[in-house]
Structures are given as C-alpha cells and as structure tokens.
Nanobody
C-alpha cells in the first residue's frame, strides 16, 4: 500500500491550492480517506476525512474553506483549499483507514496507511 501526497507549495493568503493523494495497493473509494497537517513541535492535526460512501467531515478551522473530493478512475483523493491563511502553513498528510465503528477518524491513530507529506506555506 502506498499513498503519495503532492501539490504543496508557497502561496499567498487568500489563494487556493489543491493537494492530491494518489493511492496504490488499495482502492481509495473503499476506505476512509483523511487529511491531517502538522507544524514543527506540534501534534498532527485533523483537517478532514471522507467516508467511503462520499460524505465528508471537517475540522472547524477549515470548514467552509477546504473540501475533500475523490476521482475513482485515478484512485486519487484531493484536498481543495480555498481562502488560505498563514495559519494553514503546515506539512499536509493524507491517510487511509479501513472502516471500524469503534474508530475515531479525527485521530491519527485510526489510520493504517500514511503518505509522505507535502509542504504548504501561506505567506501573509
């Protein structure tokens, strides 16, 4: 199983950016696909996830600005980020998890597979 996250870069506040997470060895449409972010010295922070059925859930800090979508043909999940703020600066990670009713998918421990991370820097 491999997840490759890419698409990060340097943008200005207010800009938009789309991150991609290409999956191999699993079918992303059958898994819970999550996005997290991390800054130096801090714990990995929940951004959002998409259920296999398609519904999504987001952290309050990004709700209304970020959206997770999926292209089944490409086995790729996307994180569309709009109205970016300097506080969105982080390394962004995608993750995949099998569904278990007992798991809390806002927590990193719920996920079985992780991508390598892609840097996003938002300048003010």
């Amino acid at each position: 199983v491999q997840l490759q996250a890419f698409g990060g870069g340097l943008v200005q506040a207010g800009d938009s950016l789309t991150l991609s997470c290409a999956a191999s060895g699993l079918t992303s449409s059958s898994y819970v696909m999550g996005w997290f972010r991390q800054t130096p010295g801090k714990e990995r922070e929940f951004v959002g996830f998409r259920w296999a059925g398609g519904s999504t859930y987001y952290a309050d800090s990004v709700k209304g600005r970020f959206a997770i979508s999926r292209d089944n043909a490409k086995n790729t999940v996307y994180l569309q980020m709009n109205s970016l703020r300097p506080e969105d600066t982080a390394v962004y990670y995608c993750a995949a998890a099998s569904y278990y009713s007992s798991r809390d998918y806002i927590r990193p421990a719920a996920y079985d597979n992780w991508g390598q991370g892609t840097h996003v820097t938002v300048s003010s």
